[in-house]
């Protein structure tokens, strides 16, 4: 179980879900060393509470500082599912930010990079990667984003670490990037809606980024979340408080 001396690494700390899940560490007195491509961005918006170093996980080269005496890393980057500026196309046939570079190569980059004695490696997946010749997902999954992030999963899988991959569905809420720390720390989910989870991919609807941050966090103090791989999504009435332990037990 994480403790108040561990260090976590989040990759991809300036991104729609990366910004929560350091807002929920640092919530939680955890220490918190952010990935990001853009430093100053990411100073801005931590109010200088994140240990910064600046790296990109398509480069491995950049990861040596990132993850020297590393204990857990969250892993929240990604790119956009079709092609967009985002993609940065120096090249047309090889955009240096598609979701193969990115989620794909880029995490099993991170991964060779994370120290050997890792307590964990948390993985932002998707929902639809086991379901990818069926509607929603073939449509979503034309310039291969789920390709890539069933890559990234296999890698993971067979990497020799402990491991929690969560997938979501559609993002709801937010992204915060143009507020700072004080606004990620009072973030609530729009939605009101339950947490559900479940092993596998079988699961469909939408899923609250605050509540993609709270299980990236939360499930570095269950055990039962260790080698596992579940979906998440928020429906029915959402209750006073969620309760972690109980929806982690189910696993």
């Not at 020297?68 to 892993?75: A, E, H, P």
């Amino acid at each position: 179980m994480i403790s108040n001396s561990d260090k976590v690494l989040v990759a991809g700390v300036t991104g729609g879900v990366g910004q929560l899940v350091a807002a929920k560490l640092l919530a939680k007195n955890l220490n918190v060393r952010g990935l990001t491509r853009n430093k100053a961005k990411a100073e801005s918006m931590f109010n200088s509470r994140v240990e910064l170093v600046e790296g990109d996980i398509r480069y491995p080269h950049t990861l040596i500082e990132a993850t020297n005496g590393i204990n857990y890393i969250i892993c929240c980057t990604g790119t956009t599912a079709f092609p967009s500026a985002r993609w940065d196309f120096a090249d047309f046939w090889q955009p240096s930010n598609s979701p193969q570079a990115v989620d794909g190569e880029g995490v099993k980059n991170l991964l060779a990079a994370a120290p050997k004695d890792l307590k964990r490696f948390v993985f932002v997946s998707s929902c639809g990667v086991l379901r990818k010749d069926q509607l929603p997902f073939n449509i979503l999954n034309i310039f291969g984003v789920l390709d890539a992030k069933l890559e990234a999963e296999k890698a993971i899988t067979t990497s020799g670490l402990s491991y929690t991959i969560i997938r979501p569905a559609r993002l709801i809420d937010g992204p915060y990037t143009s507020y700072d720390l004080n606004t990620l720390l009072r973030a609530k989910t729009d939605g009101k809606k339950a947490v559900v989870m479940e092993i596998g991919d079988r699961l469909n609807g939408e899923t609250s980024r605050v509540d993609v941050a709270n299980a990236c966090v939360e499930s570095l103090f269950y055990n039962t979340t260790v080698n596992q791989d579940f979906a998440i999504i928020n429906s029915g009435d959402r209750p006073s408080s969620i309760d972690w332990s109980q929806l982690f037990s189910q696993l």
